[in-house]
């Protein structure tokens, strides 16, 4: 606020670096020079000697109250040039942390910086309202399990609940910001649960269709077992878990005791085998290897025998010969669980290239279409079949054989029995797995019926528009940003949830249309009836007719709660309900966010906004860094990183105060901030001490 840091310092009267008082814990010279300058012109009253962060707190929040100050500026600043900028949405799932303070502390600073110089700041707040954040807290709270608690408990009763928690918090959220003195528009804050805003999303799933963007479509996607829904790639959370190293023999059809040799760490994805892939350059050993119980023949990449078969304790082996993978694609095999699972007999097994095999551990690679990404891309070229026997929640379904209603994850164990004398070796391998970002279970790949958006379609717009994009710092956009777009694959829209913008799909049951409607008076005309929440199980019971004779309905999914916040720069302006607002400041001038928003908010509109209008929504971006607490974790609410959640004591106004004062501080907005030891204490101190140092004469 008044003093540079180690990269940037500014000197005090005496000559010496701020940075040196400031490690110290003593306010400069400048410091105290900058708040007697203040006083003595009036501007401030002088300070008791008995400084009450908490008494000059209220007394400034109350003048700003009494006299509007907020509002005064704005009319003040009027007639200037309009700057739009857009808020980021944070879930309304509790009280603030450290990282949601910083954020908005820092939008606060630059939005001030644009109102000293004469520009008319559009600055609505913005709030995100809907989704998983807010249901698995809902479901917490009622003591729910499952997706079935939820249907015996009653969709309409638990989507109210969701809504009263949202709305509940968002207006918690509003004093928490208050009283970290940050002026934003609050009282107009765009919420994501207002029919207005909910028709935008419509609209803009509209246009989608109507340029061939939309998709339905059965792929591989992130699924959640006990959410029991699709998640995006950027709410999959990832860390250690312990999981079975296996290899196993695959026993080539026509072939007496010779079998390919792969490795997995998802034993229970075997029963869902179609294929198995090499490298066509690669080079694979015919191995006899010897065991004290007999000689079996083995197939290998061969710069990888030896490794292997030591896992495998074998005692000698030889190489018989050796082809390249290009010579085995074609080749046929048996599944090592045909007995198991009478689903694998019907199915033809057989050896395929692929660019992704790698040269490790076997070099040949159990390819499962239903259960992966690659195998599902390799499986629909190749035109194998889709096997996947999970439903849901995650179980086994009848077609799974003996494994039938066991958890997928919980049948590792079961798999390898069964395989019996075809697991060639076992080992446990700790390494990153993904999770569910909200309620932090394991993750499978699961192939499912989902709608999508042709985002793959439409990289090379993106790209372009990117590349107009002012980037804060600027690798941001060229380098990150640009590298996770050029890699992206087509964007999975619906989720199987309740609380939600409802996709607005209606699809016909008898001959398998469908149709998107773009906004609430389209579907109360075509209905022939008023619609009173948008929301589910309300819209649920609003039919179509078709003009084949049968009765259209809506799909049950939900907007993925990406496509909700998606939708901000345009919905924000009531559009497309209204459009002069739109029509003036769109796209907006400035958006800041942190740095994991390459994957999440900066993305997600630029999708959605390239497909609707051909351009980006936003001229500028800064991404700033991580609030991260005394373990140098990313603040969470989950890590219990919150603030205080009412100014009850002179413990908690200090931590307003004094906390403002820390996150103003020139931390850099691209460096991390960590809020380990006695961060946020010393910038109370600091602040206190140069308060109280100012009364005395330089």
């Known amino acids: 606020m008044f003093s540079g840091d180690a990269r940037n310092p500014v000197y005090g009267g005496d000559g010496r670096k701020t940075t040196l008082c400031r490690e110290a814990n003593i306010p400069s010279r400048t410091q105290i020079f900058c708040v007697r300058y203040y006083y003595t012109r009036g501007f401030v009253k002088e300070v008791a000697s008995n400084f009450n962060a908490q008494s000059i707190e209220c007394a400034v929040q109350e003048h700003w109250r009494t006299n509007d100050t907020y509002a005064t500026v704005k009319l003040h600043r009027g007639a200037g040039k309009p700057f739009f900028f857009v808020d980021g949405p944070p879930y309304t799932t509790g009280t603030i942390h450290l990282g949601t303070a910083w954020n908005k502390i820092l939008k606060d600073s630059l939005l001030r910086y644009h109102r000293m110089n004469g520009r008319h700041v559009i600055d609505r707040a913005g709030y995100d309202m809907h989704g998983l954040p807010i249901e698995v807290k809902v479901e917490q709270a009622l003591g729910f399990e499952s997706k079935k608690d939820i249907e015996k408990y009653g969709i309409r009763k638990f989507i109210e609940q969701c809504r009263e928690f949202a709305i509940g918090n968002k207006l918690l959220m509003d004093d928490q910001f208050a009283n970290l003195g940050v002026w934003l528009d609050f009282p107009g804050a765009y919420q994501t649960v207002m029919p207005e805003y909910i028709e935008a999303a419509w609209w803009t799933l509209a246009r989608a269709d109507e340029k061939g963007m939309l998709e339905r479509g059965y792929r591989v996607v992130n699924w959640c077992p006990r959410c029991e829904t699709a998640i995006a790639d950027a709410e999959v959370e990832y860390w250690d878990e312990n999981d079975p190293s296996v290899f196993v023999k695959f026993p080539l059809k026509g072939k007496t005791n010779e079998f390919l040799l792969i490795w997995t760490t998802t034993p229970w994805t075997l029963p869902a085998n179609v294929a198995v892939a090499v490298a066509k350059d690669f080079e694979y050993a015919k191995v006899l290897a010897r065991k004290d119980d007999g000689e079996t023949i083995l197939w290998i990449a061969e710069p990888l025998v030896k490794a292997v078969l030591k896992k495998g304790r074998c005692k000698d082996y030889a190489i018989l010969e050796t082809k390249k993978g290009a010579d085995l694609t074609g080749w046929e095999y048996e599944s090592p669980l045909s007995s198991s699972v009478p689903l694998q007999n019907e199915i033809d097994h057989k050896v395929l290239s692929a660019d992704f095999v790698a040269l490790e551990n076997t070099g040949m690679v159990h390819i499962a279409p239903g259960h992966g990404w690659d195998d599902f891309v390799l499986g629909t070229k190749e035109g194998l079949a889709i096997v996947c026997p999970v439903d849901g929640a995650g179980r086994f379904k009848e077609e799974a054989g003996i494994f039938a209603g066991q958890l997928v994850r919980g049948s590792n164990e079961g798999v390898l029995e069964a395989l019996g004398d075809h697991l060639f070796a076992k080992e446990t391998v700790t390494h990153r797995y993904g999770h569910c970002w909200r309620c932090k279970t ?95 199980p309300y819209v649920d019971d609003v039919t179509i007719p078709c003009p084949c004779g049968g009765t259209m309905k809506r799909v049950e999914d939900i907007f993925d709660l990406w496509f909700d916040s998606a939708v901000a720069s345009w919905a924000t302006l009531g559009f497309p309900g209204k459009t002069e607002e739109f029509d003036t400041l769109w796209p907006a001038d400035f958006i800041t966010e942190g740095q994991d928003q390459t994957r999440g908010w900066f993305y997600s509109q630029l999708g959605a906004s390239t497909i609707a209008f051909g351009r980006a929504p936003y001229r500028s971006v800064c991404m700033h860094g991580f609030a991260l607490d005394a373990e140098v974790r990313r603040c969470q609410k989950a890590l219990a990183t919150s603030l205080p959640r009412k100014r009850s004591s002179q413990r908690s106004a200090w931590m307003c105060s004094g906390s403002t004062y820390f996150l103003r501080q020139p931390h850099g907005t691209i460096s991390n901030l960590t809020g380990r030891g006695s961060a946020l204490p010393t910038g109370q101190s600091t602040f206190s001490g140069t308060c109280t140092a100012s009364r005395f004469p330089i």
């Open 442 to 536: 394991p993750i499978i790949f699961r192939a499912t019926s989902q709608w999508f958006l042709k985002i793959s379609e439409m990289r090379d717009l993106m790209l372009k528009e990117v590349a107009k994009v002012t980037w804060y710092p600027d690798w941001a956009g060229s380098a990150r940003f640009y590298d996770w777009i050029k890699d992206a694959r087509d964007w999975c829209i619906s989720r199987q949830r309740y609380w939600g913008i409802p996709i607005p799909v209606w699809v016909c049951p008898k001959c398998d249309s469908y149709r998107v409607i773009g906004t609430i008076s389209e579907l109360e005309e075509r209905s022939g009836r008023p619609l009173a929440d948008p929301h589910r």
